[in-house]
């Protein structure tokens, strides 16, 4: 049990979603100790519904939105597979339609989220996710023409001399 524990706390996907991982920790404190609540702290993105549960709420005709702390790659994925089955079919239309209308939502926050660079719990997550993801970092370097003589119009003489001894013909290519 500590082994699988252990692997838990290593894994990032597991680290990053801290529902799943207060679920994963209950669950073997349960099989250990037996009732852990009275020693494991529920976190706010645990109080959320998981995706089947909230599958299971808009079926019962609970009005139910999706809020920051849910993990909406886990909703879509779960709704995708719940509405791809051939027994969607078979429920009501007001429960196809509420089911529906909940997975746009979800849908819509997580655009949001990425658009935004938000995590999970609605949070901004700052610039170092950009530049892992291919932005151009911001420097407060000098400008490359700073660092570079390329004086053309109106060379001083050491700079025209220079220029004219690396090949460059400029005002003073005479000299």
């Known amino acids: 049990m500590m082994l699988a524990f252990r692997m838990w706390r290593s894994d990032p996907q597991v680290m990053l979603n801290r529902a799943y991982l207060y679920r994963l920790t209950r669950d073997a404190m349960d099989s250990v100790i037996g009732d852990s609540t009275a020693y494991l702290p529920v976190p706010e993105e645990a109080k959320l519904p998981s995706a089947e549960e909230a599958i299971q709420l808009v079926l019962a005709g609970e009005r139910l939105e999706p809020k920051p702390g ?15 089955a051939p027994e969607f079919k078979t429920f009501r239309n007001d429960q196809q339609h509420a089911i529906l209308a909940f ?31 291919g932005m ?18 109106g060379e001083t003489g050491n700079s025209a001399m220079q220029n004219n001894k690396n090949g460059m013909k400029g005002a003073m290519a005479g000299v």
Request: net charge positive.
């Open 70 to 84: 849910i993990d909406p790659e886990n909703y879509l994925r779960v709704f995708v597979s719940f509405i791809d």
């Open 103 to 133: 997975f746009a939502k979800v849908k819509f926050m997580k655009e949001v989220f990425d658009k935004f660079n938000l995590n999970n719990s609605g949070q901004y997550e700052g610039m170092m996710n950009q530049m892992a993801g």
């Open 136 to 153: 151009p970092p911001v420097t407060a370097n000098k400008n490359p023409s700073q660092t570079m003589n390329q004086m053309k119009v």
